[in-house]
């Protein structure tokens, strides 16, 4: 028997060492930016083999397939978020707008977390990443594609702290680039993700702060017009209503003047040539005149030269995404947002490159013929492709790269597209053979002629004018910008980027700031309009582009790693903080021009009416240090709802539950800007005035006026029964609470020890004394915050002390005695009892005398009898709890000889065990209650 279990150990020994030996086959979670990249991606990884399941959510599906990964071959799960999988807010306490100071959003604590829309996909990822070993990010590769990436990260790693992760760098979803992007796989990019981070909050502090202030104020202003309407503010939305506004503006000023010149044309056949004259225009008709009057006395022109010269038109330049969106606007008449979305699904068909890029230069390393040659059997376009095959691709390049991705090309010819798609696609496949073929060559003519002294001068064929006119005109006003000129502005001012401008665009549209009219114009709206006059009145730079293109300019040099991210956030945080204040000081500018622009006149002139209530409202979110119980938001000055009094609560409530009654001894509380000396900063004073002696005298402040450190102060804690470390329930202590409370607290823990070895099929039992229900239901209570629970429990108190009496004043019994020996030491007795099934039992044994085990045996049955009756008759007992069934028993009980219980100490009882010299007489005193600490009268 021996020598099978030595023969069997060594098999173990050698299949372990064997295992060790052999490659272990790694599974890949791989997540996309959107479900249809995922499922193309697969297709290609897997040469169409993809096994495809659904996950929670029925927009992301899940595919399978089997690919090499750097040479192994791997298991692999590819699925798709939709996506940003997480959004930046602040915690709930700071949403209601009516009781929140908008300045303070500044400062606000904000979290990320998933919304309720995407929970699906999370629970997707945390399933999937389970059994997997790798993570490999899929995303698009610019900023907002590698912030994605990190919120994968992060739901991915809470399951699998220790996660490899890599990340697929790729510009297009073709096989050759997705398997090249496979087998050099890299890590990702956190400067990217951090400048993502930083814009997110910026945008989300300034925009909420000035938003929420401005749209308070002008509805109640103007109920008629704007009650019903959101004032937004964006840093990017309100410069580029900015350029619309500021064109219209120059229109509307613009004062129209009549002009003269002088016309000589001339025609030859079907041909009709105009001559420009040197003078261009006149304003002065009468100098015209005089002019005109000299040519007509001898209409005879002399050709001074004839100069015939090659002209070239350049070809274009590659496309980026700023010309996609111009073209777009100006060929094809759509919205930037509209041909964006287009190139998005083209981009996730594989039909083109990544349509978000800067670059402007195609680089030596893309095979451009082989583009060229995917064009050549189309239709429409492909016979100019065979003679740019002919000539051989030469692009002009541009002067831009983001060192990310190509300039926007096609990548395969299409079949079977319609609509807008169709129109985009052909848009990129004829600019780019544009852009790879040759300048177009002609020549030019120009004639320079001489009538009376005047010079004229034509281009094209040469003649004799036949014409001379005198021709009267007006100046006319600048055109409104078209989308293509506006994101001409925008790039060129710093505001956005390339993947921004289109939806800044729709943005400010949806909100009718700005509107379109039928021929692509755009136009400002009331309330736009009204916003612009707004902030120049009030002498701000939000609706200028510079201080938008000061971060944007930052937030390069974060992706570059040149400056720090919490830095750049800080720096820029105070500047539109001093925007705000200056917004408080000369805010009446913004109500006259809101009222001129809208025709209505303001319903409240009193500017202090309408900032009293953020003014008041500042009291209820005083911080007073961070939270010590979820350590992610402040604890803050509140005051409680329908009753007097206040309490300080964590900000991060309902996730976080952590209170502190204040007593309403502390009145007129507020939270100082002074930090505690001994706990340094982070941790402000608290100050208070107390309202009655008792506390005035403890505390020494004659004038009740107190101010303490509730991390530091213990005296002040105690005496007001505060735990810092997991805060529930607070009150004076007026009695022997503590005692109560450490007693219930051990019991709990015996409690809680007893359910969970009777779990594991042992009984046991280690309390010296017995619990009656109610003592243990005390217990459990303990422990859980139930506000004003105990407000009305009085009884069941008084049946908790009347179990103890009784139980104190029963006489010593055989059994008592007995359970006192045998309890002595626990380890003997349990060694003593049988129990087969406990752990206990195991334990080494120590000689028992034979004598105590008859005693023993005597012992557990007394007990089991004395315990059995002792909770059946708890069992039978009623319990009174709330407020109104305690008024009903207390007026059925009033005639009870014992009277009513709390948790408040009597002074008659204090005075047995101090010896107090106490006025019996004193009717205050009658009432009163007593400190647990010192032993002193208190008011009840």
């Not at 529930?728 to 019991?747: H, L, N, Y």
């Not at 206990?840 to 007394?862: F, K, M, R, T, W």
């Not at 100490?905 to 204090?910: D, E, K």
Request: aromatic share 8%.
């Amino acid at each position: 028997m021996v020598n099978l279990l030595e023969c069997f150990k060594k098999i173990q020994l050698v299949a372990h060492f064997s295992c060790c030996f052999k490659f272990k086959e790694m599974k890949y979670l791989n997540v996309a930016e959107k479900n249809d990249a995922a499922k193309t991606i697969a297709a290609q990884l897997s040469n169409g083999a993809s096994r495809r399941r659904e996950g929670f959510s029925k927009y992301n599906k899940i595919y399978e397939f089997e690919t090499n990964v750097r040479g192994v071959k791997s298991k692999m799960v590819m699925t798709s978020v939709s996506g940003h999988l997480m959004q930046l807010e602040f915690l709930k306490a700071y949403r209601n707008w009516q009781n929140i100071d908008p300045q303070s959003l500044f400062d606000a604590p904000v979290h990320k977390r998933c919304a309720e829309d995407y929970e699906a996909i999370k629970r997707t990822l945390e399933r999937e990443v389970r059994s997997c070993q790798g993570l490999i990010i899929w995303t698009d590769c610019d900023r907002e594609g590698e912030n994605i990436g990190f919120e994968i990260i992060d739901v991915c790693r809470a399951v699998k702290p220790n996660l490899n992760v890599y990340r697929a760098t790729f510009s297009e979803i073709t096989s050759t680039t997705i398997r090249r992007a496979l087998n050099n796989l890299t890590t990702p990019n956190k400067h990217l993700s951090d400048a993502v981070d930083v814009r997110s909050e910026l945008d989300l502090r300034t925009g909420a702060s000035i938003t929420r202030f401005q749209t308070m104020r002008l509805q109640r202003l103007f109920p008629e017009k704007i009650a019903d309407k959101l004032i937004s503010f964006g840093t990017c939305q309100i410069p580029t209503l900015g350029f619309v506004a500021e064109r219209y503006k120059e229109i509307e000023a613009f004062v129209s003047q009549p002009f003269w010149k002088i016309k000589v044309s001339h025609t030859i056949d079907d041909l009709t040539v105009e001559f420009h004259w040197d003078r261009n225009r006149l304003f002065d008709k009468q100098a015209c005149e005089d002019y005109y009057l000299i040519l007509l006395s001898n209409p005879k022109a002399t050709v001074e030269s004839v100069t015939v010269k090659p002209k070239s038109k350049w070809r274009p330049t590659p496309m980026d995404t700023v010309e996609l969106e111009k073209l777009g606007s100006r060929k094809l008449k759509l919205s930037a947002k509209d041909t964006m979305t287009n190139a998005e699904k083209l981009y996730t068909k594989g039909l083109i490159s990544y349509p978000r890029t800067e670059t402007n230069i195609f680089s030596k390393d893309i095979n451009l013929m082989s583009i060229v040659e995917e064009q050549v059997g189309h239709a429409v376009w492909g016979t100019f492709a065979q003679r740019v095959k002919e000539w051989g691709p030469n692009p002009r390049n541009g002067n831009k790269s983001d060192q990310a991705h190509p300039p926007i090309h096609p990548t395969k010819m299409a079949h079977n597209l319609v609509g807008k798609e169709a129109n985009v696609y052909e848009l990129i496949c004829r600019h780019f053979l544009a852009c790879v073929s040759k300048d177009a060559v002609g020549s030019e003519t120009i004639v320079n002629i001489n009538i009376e002294g005047e010079k004229f001068s034509a281009s094209g064929q040469v003649f004799q004018p036949t014409e001379i006119n005198m021709n009267e005109g007006a100046t006319v006003a600048p055109p409104l910008l078209t989308e293509a000129d506006l994101i001409a502005l925008m790039e060129k001012n710093g505001i956005g980027t390339d993947a921004t401008h289109a939806e800044h665009i729709n943005t400010v549209k949806e909100r009718g700031y700005i509107g379109v009219v039928d021929n692509g114009g755009l136009v400002p709206g009331v309330i736009g309009m009204g916003l612009y006059e707004s902030y120049n009145a009030m002498e701000l730079s939000l609706a200028k582009p510079g201080l938008r293109a000061e971060f944007e300019a930052d937030l390069k040099l974060i992706c570059l790693g040149e400056k720090n991210p919490t830095e750049v956030l800080r720096q820029h945080l105070i500047k539109y903080k001093e925007a705000y204040k200056q917004i408080m000081n000369k805010v009446t500018a913004m109500d006259e021009k809101m009222s001129q622009r809208i025709n209505e006149a303001p319903a409240i002139n009193d500017r202090d009416g309408l900032d009293n209530i953020s003014e008041n409202n500042k009291i209820h979110w005083q911080e007073l240090s961070t939270c010590p119980k979820c350590s992610q938001a402040p604890l803050a000055l509140k005051a409680k709802k329908k009753q007097s009094g206040f309490f300080i609560g964590c900000l991060n409530y309902p996730d976080c539950k952590n209170v502190i009654w204040l007593s309403d001894e502390c009145t007129e509380p507020k939270i100082l800007e002074e930090n505690c000396s001994k706990c340094g900063t982070g941790f402000k004073l608290l100050k208070f005035k107390f309202s009655n002696q008792y506390h005035k005298t403890i505390f020494s402040t004659p004038n009740g006026w107190y101010k303490t450190c509730l991390h530091c102060d213990v005296n002040f804690r105690e005496t007001f029964n505060i735990n810092l470390d997991c805060i529930t329930k607070i009150g004076a202590i007026v009695s022997d609470s503590r005692v109560v409370t450490s007693q219930a607290q051990r019991v709990n823990q015996n409690n809680m020890g007893n359910r969970a070895r009777a779990n594991s099929g042992t009984v046991l039992s280690t309390s010296n004394d017995v619990q009656t229900i109610a003592e243990i239901a005390a217990a459990e209570l303990q422990n859980v915050p139930l506000g004003e629970f105990f407000e009305g429990t009085d009884d069941f108190t008084m049946e908790l002390n009347r179990n103890r009496s009784q139980r104190n004043a029963e006489q010593s019994t055989f059994l008592s005695h007995e359970l006192e020996a045998a309890f002595a030491n626990d380890d003997d007795i349990f060694k003593t009892i049988g129990c087969e099934n406990s752990g206990l039992c195991q334990q080494l044994p120590q000689p028992v005398a034979s004598s105590h085990s008859v005693g023993v045996d005597a012992i557990i049955g007394n007990l089991d009898d004395s315990l059995s009756t002792l909770f059946r008759n708890d069992d039978d007992r009623d319990y009174t709890w709330g407020s109104a069934p305690h008024n009903a028993h207390t007026a059925g009980t009033s005639t009870s000889s014992q009277g009513p219980c709390s948790k408040r100490l009597r002074i008659q009882t204090m005075k047995e065990k101090e010896n107090l010299n106490v006025d019996e007489n004193d009717e205050q005193l009658q009432t009163a209650v007593a400190c647990n600490v010192c032993f002193q009268p208190a008011k009840e």
